[in-house]
């Protein structure tokens, strides 16, 4: 079979380039090794940038957003007992973000494309494997991949995009020699639970505490997103619930007696932390995008809409090709992207770094990431350059 872009994987970022393909004309194909429910309910992301949610609301993605979505104005710092509130709107000029889950934004999509395939909407294939990518330096670059019986075919392209995430098989089409990758992992992970409680507070709270790090955040005005820093290796089920809470409330304790409201724990993992860049983002006619090109460590919560920026700019560049015939935005877009990820990489680093206590590193480190967060919630320029950060880096 044949398509003009084949697309690997349907988490966000696939799944939001075949609607921007279907919306500008353009066909497509979405090969995903995982069944539909699976994208559906695999706990990711949940902060949007405005950014992100203009690009949804534009391709007809918006109307349950619009609904169920909660807007944030701005973000709490808590350290040394004390919170320490940075709004958004007023420091960069209206900006916000907003709460809604990975797991919706898919729901949205593959739902809007499957109900619009009757009048064309590319064909998602789930429980379908890529294999490889061959040909990507040619003209007729192709997608070997194999269906659930077994049986091997291939899907003739224009272009194919690699949306298949940090183990998927696109980023290996580039030639080694061409290939250069930086990296970073941490002598941390996150242990995630959602709970069934009303958020403890309106904003989220980033907690920086000689403990480790916590994260209170949300899913819905019902349901609550926790995170705690916790050892690498740490299996999730070794932690009861009640543990949880308890170490939640020591690393969220204030002066004025505020505390966390705990609530039945419907899910618990733990995410490993990495830094990842692969240069370059492209290669003849094939493009990664998201997590197949590089991966931040949660904090700043840039992964989804760093992933949404790649595919936003691959749609516009093949959008020039096809109105224009130039290539020239196609051939500008890993680096395009790449300034736009290092900014995001630093980002989630710095916050990282920031709030996270590293076993390894002596008091001397402990003194500065107090000086850092001080710096932050006392003066308005590191501030503003906090909340332009948080609320999203501009496109190119
Ligand atoms: C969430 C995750 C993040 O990494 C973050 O910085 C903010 C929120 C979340 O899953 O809710």
């Not at 872009?5 to 090969?31: E, F, S, T, W």
């Not at 020591?250 to 993992?269: A, C, L």
């Not at 989630?348 to 008091?363: K, W």
Request: overall charge negative; some cysteine; proline content about 5%.
């Amino acid at each position: 079979s044949k398509t003009t872009v084949g697309i690997l994987g349907a988490g966000p970022a696939g799944l939001l380039l075949a609607r921007l393909l279907y919306v500008a004309g353009i066909d497509c194909v979405v090969i995903e090794a995982k069944d539909r429910a699976y994208v559906e309910q695999r706990q990711r992301a949940g902060i949007l940038e405005q950014g992100t949610v203009d690009a949804l609301r534009e391709c007809g993605a918006g109307a349950r957003l619009d609904k169920e979505g909660l807007t944030h104005h701005g973000i709490e710092f808590l350290f040394d007992k004390e919170r320490h509130p940075i709004g958004f709107p007023e420091l960069t000029g209206g900006r916000t973000v907003m709460i809604y889950a990975q797991t919706e934004v898919c729901k949205d999509l593959i739902e809007l494309q499957v109900s619009a395939a009757s009048s064309g909407a590319p064909p998602l294939l789930f429980e379908t494997s890529a294999i490889a990518v061959d040909g990507a330096n040619s003209q007729t670059p192709s997608i070997r991949y194999k269906t659930k019986d077994g049986a091997e075919h291939t899907l003739q392209c224009e272009y194919v995009v690699g949306c298949d995430g940090f183990w998927g098989v696109a980023r290996a089409a580039i030639p080694e020699e061409l290939s250069k990758s930086y990296e970073r992992t941490y002598p941390f992970s996150w242990l995630g639970i959602l709970a069934d409680v009303a958020p403890s507070n309106e904003d989220l709270i980033y907690a920086r505490h000689p403990r480790g790090f916590t994260l209170l955040s949300m899913r819905s005005p019902t349901v609550s997103r926790n995170y705690i820093q916790v050892p690498n290796d740490t299996d999730a089920n070794d932690w009861a619930d009640e543990e949880i809470w308890d170490e939640i409330e020591r690393r969220t304790e204030t002066k004025n007696g505020w505390k966390v409201q705990r609530g039945p724990i419907t899910q618990k993992s733990v995410t490993p932390m990495r830094s990842y860049v692969h240069e370059p983002m492209s290669y003849g006619r094939l493009f990664l995008a998201g997590d197949a090109a590089h991966i931040v460590p949660p904090t700043g919560a840039k992964g989804l809409n760093l992933a949404v920026g790649d595919v936003i700019t691959f749609a516009n560049a093949i959008k020039h090709k096809v109105a224009t015939g130039s290539d020239a935005k196609l051939q500008a877009y890993s680096d395009n992207c790449l300034r736009r990820v290092w900014q995001a990489e630093r980002f989630s680093y710095d916050m990282t770094n920031m709030l996270h206590t590293d076993p390894n590193e002596s008091d001397f480190v402990d003194k500065l990431q107090i000086a850092r967060l001080t710096r932050i919630v006392t003066n308005k320029a590191a501030a503003t350059d906090t909340a332009l950060a948080y609320t999203g880096f501009p496109l190119d």
